[in-house]
């Protein structure tokens, strides 16, 4: 059982379609993380948020739209979006600042297919 | 921009074998971190290296950090089919801790 819980497991949407990743976290970090991967690709940073606030933004497309609303849950909101985002969303936790260098904790991910 | 590259990219390799993964980055870093991920699955965090001449070992696996050659390496002894998974680097930094994972090796232990 992982510490980071991502609902759902998997998504199919259509390409008009609007829905939402969730990603929720009780260990008390407060920077949380958004990546994507494709298949046999190493996971790629989309956003950074640190203290409830977005910090960094790889260049993602808007269609994708982090949202942090509280210490504890991180949604990433989707809309419009293309066949080439068909992937795996995972989110991580941490501590931030210099003196944490723990371990991004990673949740299972959604699997994410659009048609 | 940080580059963080690994080789082998796949390796097959017999139980009881040992062998090493390399990872090479780019640009400083102070810190170092390795990853497991098991098909389907999410990442499993192994070990973190703090510092130049830092190794850590857990059961088979042991890992290694030079700072000065921008190097890390992944030591697997006497394998064993569970260790079969595809296992990253990352450098990271910074306050966010913001990773780049490297390219990743996909290890099959043959029995």
């Known amino acids: 059982d992982t510490e980071v819980t991502q609902t759902p497991k998997h998504l199919v949407m259509g390409m008009t379609n609007k829905k939402s990743l969730k990603c929720e976290q009780h260990m008390g970090h407060r920077a949380m993380y958004w990546y994507k991967q494709k298949a046999k690709k190493p996971p790629e940073l989309m956003f950074v948020?640190?203290?409830?606030?977005?910090?960094i933004n790889e260049s993602v497309p808007s269609r994708f739209s982090p949202e942090c609303p509280n210490s504890s849950l991180l949604n990433l909101h989707l809309h419009a979006l293309q066949p080439e985002d068909s992937a795996l969303y995972l989110c991580?936790?941490?501590?931030?600042?210099?003196?944490?260098?723990?371990?991004?904790?990673f949740g299972d991910g959604t699997r994410l297919s659009i048609l | 921009e940080l580059k963080v590259e690994q080789n082998p990219l796949f390796l097959s390799m017999q139980e009881g074998k040992n062998y090493t993964i390399y990872c090479n980055y780019s640009?400083?870093?102070?810190?170092l971190y390795w990853y497991r991920q098991d098909p389907g699955k999410s990442l499993e965090s192994l070990f973190v290296?703090?510092?130049?001449?830092a190794v850590k070992q857990e059961g088979r696996l042991m890992a290694s950090l030079d700072t000065k050659a921008r190097l890390s390496t992944l030591h697997i002894t006497a394998a064993v089919h569970d260790l079969s998974a595809t296992y990253f680097c990352a450098p990271g930094g910074g306050a966010t801790n913001k990773l780049i994972f490297g390219t990743g090796t996909l290890l099959a232990v043959q029995p």
């Open positions: 640009t400083t870093s102070d810190r």
């Open positions: 991580a936790s941490s501590r931030p600042g210099q003196g944490a260098k723990q371990p991004q904790h």
């Open positions: 948020y640190s203290y409830e606030k977005l910090s």
């Open positions: 290296l703090l510092s130049n001449g």
